[in-house]
């Protein structure tokens, strides 16, 4: 195969939030995953895991998305705030019906963020809440001048107002949020969105809830309600804009039914095409809504946000149903590289990204057992990946025919590839799904003369190969030696099944 990339022919920047992460009240994501408490012996910091917190400081999450998911509409944040032993309890009737006594709540969640680095993506009751709810949820964490919830907040002990900028009004409206239509939840949204203000110099960017893989009705219900009074502003007397943008839900789950998705760990390989088809599947869905939004606001003002996505597999054998625990192999890696591409083709209208989930609940990065945790196959992507984050993307020309391969009567392209550029440094991506067949390429780098690369590769000699806790790391990303520059001529061997990056120094 060959290909062209011009160094110097530079896209939209790739949004670092498209990097984003998500932790739902949900199994065990916050309890026994990030929050283990302050008496426990996992070494934490108030409660918070510090290994894991170290291992996902490496990945430089942008931020991070709380408390749900299907929960974010059942929860009520004053019973998550003052002494823990005070906290009302509730159940989590979503998530096991099992008994949620909230001791993790606004301020722990704050400090989580606080300890990855990560900026807060707080999503909004609407389902059960009420707009005065959430608009003093608001209060309480942006503002700095005394009011009701400021004062609420220093009794808490924080004295400071926090920087919260993306906020989320409701989530799958069309059904854990609500059962509303989309018209329905278009005018919630817009009023609930309008309370929520901006206190002090606390600039709020507002992500009304969306639809479901294609539902590209909803985005258009949405954008009808909110393209003339959006992120475009329109709202000029007031100077007060209610919604920025608007997102959709995309999983990779495959299987006759619901009720049958398959295994995370034993699969054929029919049914590993079968999930990465249905993961190549976020490339027409998200172009749909793109497409549909780029009808109504041209001018890409308002953005697009994907706040889950990931695959979802039969749970494992012997685990509560309700709390959705999976293993993660290295077809969710594939799957994750194959998502990323689309993302960074994207970068004009899609702002942010979050992966559903990130410890312990469907494509974590992150497994824990007791004091034990393991890094999936997943993480190693978002850790390759990550100097894309903020870069400018450059278009990967194949001038040859990509190789493909009939799943299910549609075609799977077997090939897939992204590029970006910052100032030193250029970055390649480069995943080849073939069970069997390597992938070699060429690429003519042009506009930019460029040092000697230098890459990693992730791969396994199975499929079905993962970590887990206590044992060796059975895959994990190795220095790449498939590379080679001759002159302006990159040249990549690729193995089969595996995911590369490809890092390539500018001179000049
Ligand atoms: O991520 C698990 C669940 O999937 C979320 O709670 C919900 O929004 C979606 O249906």
Redesign the pocket.
């Known amino acids: 195969m060959s290909a062209v990339v011009d160094l110097d022919v530079t896209g939209p920047t790739i949004s670092p939030h498209v990097y984003g992460h ?1 932790a ?1 009240h ?1 199994g065990r994501c916050i309890y026994d995953g990030f929050y283990v408490g302050e008496d426990s012996e996992v070494p934490n910091e108030g409660g918070i895991r510090l290994d894991l917190v170290e291992a996902l400081r490496a990945l430089d999450i942008p931020n991070l998305r709380w408390p ?4 974010a509409d059942e929860y009520h944040w004053m019973n998550g705030i003052g002494p823990k032993e005070g906290r009302p309890r509730m159940v989590n009737t ?1 998530w096991g019906d099992v008994e949620e006594n909230n001791h993790f709540g606004t301020h722990e969640f704050m400090a989580l963020c606080e300890l990855l680095g990560a900026e807060p993506y707080v999503s909004g009751n609407v389902g059960s809440g009420t707009v005065r709810e959430m608009s003093e949820w608001v209060e309480y964490l942006t503002r700095r001048g005394d009011s009701p919830m400021a004062r609420m907040r220093r009794e808490n002990g924080r004295e400071d107002p926090w920087k919260v900028r993306f906020w989320g009004i409701g ?2 409206a069309w ?2 949020g609500g059962n509303m239509t989309a018209e329905e939840f278009a005018a919630q949204a817009r009023t609930f969105a309008t309370y929520c203000r901006d206190q002090g110099d606390n600039r709020l960017y507002r992500i009304a809830a969306g639809a479901s893989d294609d539902d590209y009705r909803w985005t258009e219900a949405l954008m009808r309600t909110v393209s003339g009074l959006g992120g475009a502003g329109a709202d000029e007397r007031h100077g007060h804009a209610p919604i920025q943008a608007v997102s959709f ?1 995309y999983y990779t789950v495959t299987g006759p039914t619901w009720e049958q998705k398959g295994s995370a760990t034993d699969f054929t390989a029919d049914d590993y095409y079968r999930t990465l088809l249905k993961a190549q599947g976020m490339e027409r869905v998200l172009g749909g809504h793109a497409r549909v939004m780029d009808a109504y606001d041209p001018d890409k003002r308002i953005g697009l946000v994907c706040d ?1 996505w990931g695959t979802w597999f039969d749970v494992e054998p012997g685990t509560n149903p309700g709390f ?1 625990f999976q293993q993660n192999t290295l077809r969710d890696a594939l799957v994750a590289s194959l998502h990323f591409d689309v993302f960074h083709r994207f970068a004009d209208r899609l702002v942010m990204a979050n992966i ?2 990130t410890v312990n ?2 494509q974590a990065m992150v497994l824990t057992d007791g004091p034990e945790m393991v890094l999936t196959p997943t993480y190693h992507v978002f850790r390759m990946n990550r100097r894309h984050q903020g870069a400018a993307s450059l278009a990967v020309h194949v001038l040859s025919e990509t190789p493909a391969r009939e799943v299910d009567g549609q075609q799977l392209r077997t090939f897939s590839a992204s590029a970006s550029v910052r100032e030193d440094a250029a970055l390649l991506s480069l995943t080849n799904l073939d069970t069997e067949q390597p992938v070699t390429l060429t690429v003519d780098l042009r506009g930019r003369a460029v040092g000697e690369p230098t890459g990693e590769v992730l791969t396994a000699a199975e499929l079905s190969a993962h970590n887990v806790p206590g044992g060796a790391g059975a895959v994990a990303p190795r220095p790449f030696d498939g590379a080679r520059l001759e002159g302006s001529t990159l040249t990549v061997e690729l193995p089969p099944h595996s995911f590369a990056t490809v890092q390539l120094p500018l001179r000049g």
């Open positions: 998500f739902e949900l749900g998911g299907c929960f979503h989530n799958e059904g854990c839900h889950e959705l559903a989930q609940v469907l």
